[in-house]
């Protein structure tokens, strides 16, 4: 998106990135805490690494946006949305905010657009770090105004939501979204466990990659720990470090208690 904007003037503007992740976690606050506070916490939990900023700003960012509309009646708000939980999500959850500007108020629904990619062929991206800067200038042109008919029928989705406060909102299709609790993919997780002590971060790719899970080694890693902890699975290794530091197995089995199964990978510990 950076680079799309710094090729092509007619992506001239300021670029906000949402820090959040709003499909995984809880989303109804406590008393006296602040949203910001909520999923701060949450994801210092999910991270459980000091060293790493888990602070969650993203709401005084867009309180900042909205401001911006009330002083300048020349400014607009895009938001670029792919068929992804993470940006259906953030879609609902802006749109209480931005009821006062929905006139100013644009949205890029990729879900269904055909973009090519390196080679020239047509694929349907599921996210944007899938498209190529020059696929999105094309995509820039199909930016249509949210209708106040739209804030009427999706206005109260994420009240819903909240008052729901499930631990993981996922796509059905289109804007539709269902939750499961936040344990829903432990037994995918399991599925790629055996008897014998597996890397996390191996058991964690192989559920990512083969069951195209829309979230994050680190929220998976997360999962991983609180099996430990519950004594569903059993640990070798460090598991307040990263996925590469401890290896995790199914209880019992006859196999040689420190064998560790170690196949070469090149994953990474991303947000999400």
């Known amino acids: 998106m950076l680079e799309a904007v710094s090729t092509e003037p007619s992506m001239e503007g300021e670029v906000v990135v949402l820090k959040d992740i709003l499909h995984v976690g809880p989303i109804k606050k406590a008393a006296g805490q602040s949203f910001?506070?909520?999923?701060?916490?949450?994801?210092?939990?999910?991270?459980?690494?000091?060293?790493?900023?888990?602070?969650?700003?993203?709401?005084e960012r867009l309180l900042e946006i909205t401001t911006k509309l009330h002083n300048n009646d020349e400014d607009v708000v895009w938001l670029w949305m792919a068929p992804w939980p993470a940006d259906v999500c953030a879609y609902y959850w802006m749109l209480n905010y931005m009821a006062k500007h929905i006139d100013r108020f644009y949205v890029l629904n990729l879900a269904g657009l055909p973009f090519l990619d390196a080679d020239g062929k047509v694929y349907f991206p599921k996210n944007m770090s899938e498209i190529?800067?020059?696929?999105?200038?094309?995509?820039?042109?199909?930016?249509?105004?949210?209708?106040?008919?739209?804030?009427e029928v999706d206005g109260d989705?994420?009240?819903?939501?909240?008052?729901?406060?499930?631990?993981?909102?996922?796509l059905e299709g289109g804007k539709k979204l269902y939750t499961r609790d936040e344990s829903f993919y432990d037994e995918k997780l399991m599925s790629f466990c055996s008897h014998q002590f597996q890397k996390g971060s191996r058991i964690v790719k192989q559920t990512i990659s083969k069951l195209s899970v829309p979230t994050g080694d680190l929220y998976l890693g997360w999962r991983l720990r609180k099996m430990v902890e519950n004594g569903t699975l059993e640990v070798m290794g460090d598991v307040t470090k990263t996925l590469r530091d401890f290896s995790i197995k199914l209880p019992g089995g006859s196999g040689n208690e420190g064998e560790v199964v170690e196949i070469a990978d090149d994953d990474t510990e991303n947000e999400g």
């Open 36 to 59: 910001s506070q909520l999923r701060s916490e949450f994801w210092k939990d999910v991270v459980n690494d000091e060293k790493q900023d888990t602070e969650v700003n993203d709401l």
């Open 132 to 151: 190529l800067p020059k696929e999105l200038i094309k995509a820039r042109k199909l930016a249509r105004q949210v209708t106040p008919a739209e804030l």
């Open 157 to 170: 989705e994420w009240l819903n939501m909240t008052a729901e406060n499930a631990g993981m909102r996922l």
